[in-house]
């Protein structure tokens, strides 16, 4: 009874304010090095994307200010809730974001946090330049009026 309720969970978590502040050109998915009540959080869905990024450091991705929730029911040994986690990526990936990363202006963004099939929890991260407030503004348009078509047609 108890695998049938996790199962049904919704264990995929978006941050929709990159899409709204960044153009996103390329999208990858990585694994992350988490500690076990970090994966404990997750599943019960106590994540925050509020101001978070990538950094490439020495030939290494990792993923900052993360908010993972410590877990209720942890012990002492309990996780940090904000801290640096390693993206885990091949070699040959890391090295083409470091080369699309050199251009200044570029960014590296977490787009989605999720658990994959056997129970892994991946991160879809996006490389993007920064919108400028006129394409805010566009976006903006362009979501009001998509809107309005969509009541228009479902009237």
């Known amino acids: 009874m108890a695998n049938t309720k996790q199962k049904n969970r919704n264990t995929s978590f978006s941050n929709k304010q990159a899409f709204f502040h960044y153009a996103i050109d390329n999208t ?40 993972i929730a410590e877990y209720n029911f942890g012990t002492t040994n309990n996780h940090i809730a904000v ?17 699309l990363t050199k251009e200044k202006g570029i960014t590296i963004v977490p787009l989605k946090i999720f658990i994959n099939d056997r129970s892994f929890v991946k991160v879809e991260i996006g490389i993007g330049k920064g919108k400028k407030l006129y394409d805010k503004r566009e976006t903006i348009k362009q979501r009001d009026n998509d809107k309005e078509l969509k009541r228009y047609l479902k009237n």
Do not use: M, P, Q
């Open 28 to 67: 990858y998915v990585a694994g992350v090095a988490l500690l076990g009540t970090e994966v404990k959080s997750i599943r019960d869905g106590k994540v925050s994307f509020n101001d978070s990024y990538c950094i490439l450091d020495k030939g290494e991705l990792w993923l900052r200010g993360v908010y």
């Open 83 to 99: 801290h640096d986690r390693k993206l885990l990526l091949h070699k040959k990936e890391l090295k083409k974001i470091e080369s």
